[in-house]
């Protein structure tokens, strides 16, 4: 153990996810930022010696920067609770009601948070029913051009947006690579935006929203991690109204979820300055391109001390 100000912390990155490189930038950025801060920091990837080598050591917290099923579908966060170890982060419970973008849509719109309207299907449903007679049914069901996503996941991976009816079936085709469940829903038109949530201990406020313009038009995973593809705006462009909607919806959203410490709740705002909620990441990238260190940096602070605190307060709960 380490005295309370220079903390042991074990930074967790890779795993064996879609998302492993980018959980390895994530791991370094934090690991970086950690060390400036004066805490002695170890980067390890989650494999068969994790545990072991967690419970023969006992760093002080555990900071998570796993981005995919390695992290964010609450598995580990729950062993990490089982042996008591001291967590940046959410809950596995909170982790897994925000994994599933459908449950996640689904308590937020009971809350009064606009999401998009939407038809959930099972892989295994899809062949059952049979493909042609499904998508039919989809098609008359929601107006205008649609997204297909998997109903879990990150970085854009397995998204389609569909403005032709010929591409949907090898939409959900591309969205099913990616997980057993796809979410199809209507494309909501507007701006992108994403709001950082941080908790130290004060209560969950958000960071100023950053908007999101790729060069594209459309926020794929190469325009998130490919320097160039997309330019970002922190603080976001949008009128003082709609950064207030957007950024309550945010705040909204992390308690609603039961999320801890640090989130990004993603939206498209639309010409009304109404915000529509896409997704919730209860470990949100890290890394040079990603937009949680553009929030940060546009709040006035800077990462190593966010970080640092973040890692306080999960010893603090601890203790």
């Not at 299907?121 to 008359?140: C, D, K, Q, T, Y």
């Not at 010929?166 to 709001?195: K, S």
């Not at 990441?281 to 990462?303: M, R």
Request: net charge negative; charged share 20%; glycine share 8%.
């Amino acid at each position: 153990m380490s005295d309370s100000s220079n903390l042991f912390v074990v930074v967790l990155a890779g795993g064996i996810s879609h998302e492993r490189d980018v959980s390895l930038r994530s791991g370094r950025r934090v690991a970086e930022a950690l060390t400036a801060a004066g805490h002695r920091v170890e980067l390890r990837d989650p494999d068969a010696g994790l545990l072991p080598y967690l419970v023969g050591e006992r760093p002080d917290v555990v900071f998570p920067a796993l981005h995919g099923s390695s992290g964010e579908d609450g598995s580990l966060l729950e062993l990490l609770a089982s042996i008591d170890m001291p967590t940046v982060g959410s809950s596995g419970a909170a982790a897994r009601q925000a994994w599933s973008k459908p449950i996640a849509s689904s308590l937020l719109a009971a809350v009064g948070v606009s999401v998009p309207e939407s038809i959930v299907l099972s892989h295994e449903s899809f062949r059952e029913l049979g493909a042609a007679s499904v998508l039919r049914v989809v098609r008359s069901s929601l107006d205008g051009d649609l997204v297909v996503k998997p109903a879990s996941g990150g970085s854009a991976q397995g998204v389609t947006i569909v403005a032709d009816s010929n591409d949907l079936p090898r939409a959900m085709v591309e969205a099913f690579t990616y997980a057993e469940v796809a979410v199809v829903e209507r494309r909501i038109v507007g701006t992108e935006i994403a709001v950082a949530v941080v908790d130290s201990g004060d209560g969950p406020r958000a960071l100023p929203a950053v908007e999101i313009e790729p060069t594209t038009g459309v926020y794929s995973f190469q325009a998130r991690y490919n320097a160039g593809e997309t330019t970002f705006y922190a603080p976001s462009r949008l009128d003082e109204a709609a950064v207030t909607a957007v950024m309550g919806a945010a705040v909204l959203a992390h308690r609603t979820l039961g999320l801890r410490d640090l989130s990004r709740v993603d939206f498209i705002v639309d010409a009304t300055g109404t915000p529509w909620f896409l997704e919730a990441n209860v470990i949100p990238g890290l890394t040079e391109t990603s937009l949680v260190p553009l929030a940060i940096e546009a709040s006035g602070t800077d990462a190593s001390t966010l970080y640092s605190s973040l890692v306080h307060a999960a010893h603090a709960r601890a203790r």
